[in-house]
């Protein structure tokens, strides 16, 4: 492009092949035809884009290899359907970035948790699943439905319906975690208006170790402190204004080939889970 204040590229931007409930970056890859030089320290460009209706900056853009830079455009968590984004870039600051052309390479995406600093190499990578990546499958199917939800990132949660049982299954990968590190699994959950049970404990069933000797017991809504025993798990509220209850918990040097099942069976004592609404499976560390 001869003109860098002038840009009008469109970008059409497609998950199609990023892995679904990762966090990613996506990143411009651009360099300036008159640049001689390589810097270990950030350029200000000041690029002026438009993402939807909004109106955004990206102030910063990082060295690369042979004269090559690289600006973080936005962050997103990768959905489970492809979906496609476009971003029209505008400017770049002609009294920051001289009056010479810019290549244009193209958009890379990198998992969020790959970009650590040095400051933050023993941070914990941390994962959100969506409520259909955890919860849709054969069994589940006819038994809750999906609703828009403006108070969730994801800005679609599930509803169950009248049934005694609900299972969450997610195959876990390596890439997703840190190593030799603990992990608590926490449903993310709120109750409807409408939701009159869910007052007694849910039993909760690894079908995939099938330890009876293991099973854990869930309330969704805090019970008496005499109903409370050693391994009950009570729900908390969040910073985000939902619930979450600890359902499970493991360690990443458990999975096997790079690999781990997690199936899990939520089964009421008395009543149903109607009115039970489910964000996701938030998986932290210890």
């Known amino acids: 492009m001869f003109d860098i204040s002038k840009l009008n590229i469109r970008i059409k931007i497609t998950t199609q092949f990023l892995s679904p409930g990762v966090n990613y970056g996506a990143y411009i890859i651009f360099k300036f035809c008159d640049t001689n030089k390589v810097s270990s320290k950030p350029m200000y460009v000041n690029l002026k884009y438009k993402k939807g209706g909004e109106k955004l900056h990206a102030y910063f853009a990082k060295w690369r290899d042979e004269k090559w830079m690289m600006i973080e455009l936005y962050r997103f968590l990768s959905p489970v359907k492809d979906i496609d984004f476009e971003v029209l870039l505008e400017s770049f600051s002609r ?106 404990p ?43 209850v600890k359902v499970w918990k493991f360690n990443s040097n458990q999975l096997i080939y790079g690999r781990m099942r997690l199936n899990l069976k939520l089964v009421t004592y008395d009543g149903t889970m109607s009115g039970l609404i489910v964000h996701g499976l938030d998986i932290r560390s210890k």
């Open 202 to 244: 849910v039993i909760v069933r690894d079908l995939v170790r099938r330890n009876r000797n293991k099973a854990e017991i869930i309330y969704f809504r805090s019970p008496s402190p005499w109903n409370i025993y050693e391994n009950n798990s009570v729900p908390e509220q969040r910073e985000d204004g939902w619930m979450e």
């Open 95 to 200: 009294y920051h970035c001289g009056n010479g052309s810019v290549y244009v390479k193209g958009i890379e995406f990198r998992a969020v948790d790959n970009l650590l600093d040095l400051n933050e190499v023993n941070r914990k990578k941390h994962l959100m699943l969506l409520a259909m990546q955890v919860s849709y499958d054969s069994s589940n199917a006819a038994h809750f439905h999906l609703q828009p939800s403006s108070e969730s990132r994801f800005q679609e949660v599930i509803e169950l319906l009248s049934q005694h049982v609900f299972h969450i299954n997610y195959k876990i990968r390596s890439y997703m975690l840190s190593q030799d590190t603990e992990y608590l699994c926490y449903l993310v959950f709120k109750l409807s208006e409408k939701c009159v049970g869910l007052h007694c």
